[in-house]
């Protein structure tokens, strides 16, 4: 009851936004390239990405230079939020 309790909260902290942000870098492969996507500055997709990993206390990616890898942690926002359908293309 109480992992459910925290869970719950969990989601509640989590913007649209920032899983909007989240979902165009996995399916892009970059900052700059979603940051475009969205029409939005890098530095704003760097923000909404380090919000979303201060909610769920977790990093999200493996920053490379330009070129970012996913975290184990992936996974479980696949199952968790299901934001693959909740996020239009």
Do not use: C, W
């Amino acid at each position: 009851m109480i992992e459910r309790a925290y869970h719950d909260s969990l989601i509640m902290n989590v913007t649209l936004s920032q899983l909007r942000a989240f979902e165009r870098i996995v399916r892009l492969g970059s900052f700059h390239a979603a940051a475009r996507d969205l029409h939005l500055s890098q530095p704003s997709v760097s923000q909404r990405i380090r919000e979303l990993e201060g909610v769920l206390q977790t990093p999200l990616f493996v920053r490379r230079g330009p070129r970012v890898s996913l975290t184990l942690k992936r996974v479980t926002l696949q199952y968790e939020f299901n934001f693959f359908e909740l996020i239009p293309s």
